[in-house]
């Protein structure tokens, strides 16, 4: 399923799952001199993909 993902968003399931990074520590990795990320923002584009990796799943019959 992660190779359906575009590159930020496996950035964001790394960084949370994987490194198990706090919100604020994920949004001061995502965070750059132009675009500031605040971690509230980054805690719903973490939420917006649970949902898209959960239909992926079901469309490919992994979960019900």
Same mark, same amino acid.
């Given at each position: 399923?992660?190779?359906?993902?575009?590159?930020?968003?496996?950035?964001?399931?790394?960084?949370?799952?994987? @490194?198990?990074? @706090?919100?604020?520590?994920?949004?001061?990795?995502?965070?750059? @001199?132009?675009?500031?990320?605040?971690?509230?923002?980054?805690?719903?584009?973490?939420?917006?993909?649970?949902?898209?990796?959960?239909?992926?799943?079901?469309?490919?019959?992994?979960?019900?």
């Amino acid at each position: 399923l992660r190779s359906e993902l575009a590159p930020d968003e496996r950035t964001l399931l790394f960084l949370r799952v994987e @490194q198990e990074l @706090q919100w604020e520590e994920v949004a001061a990795v995502l965070t750059t @001199q132009a675009a500031p990320v605040d971690s509230a923002a980054v805690r719903k584009r973490y939420e917006r993909l649970k949902e898209k990796l959960r239909k992926l799943a079901r469309e490919r019959g992994l979960v019900e």
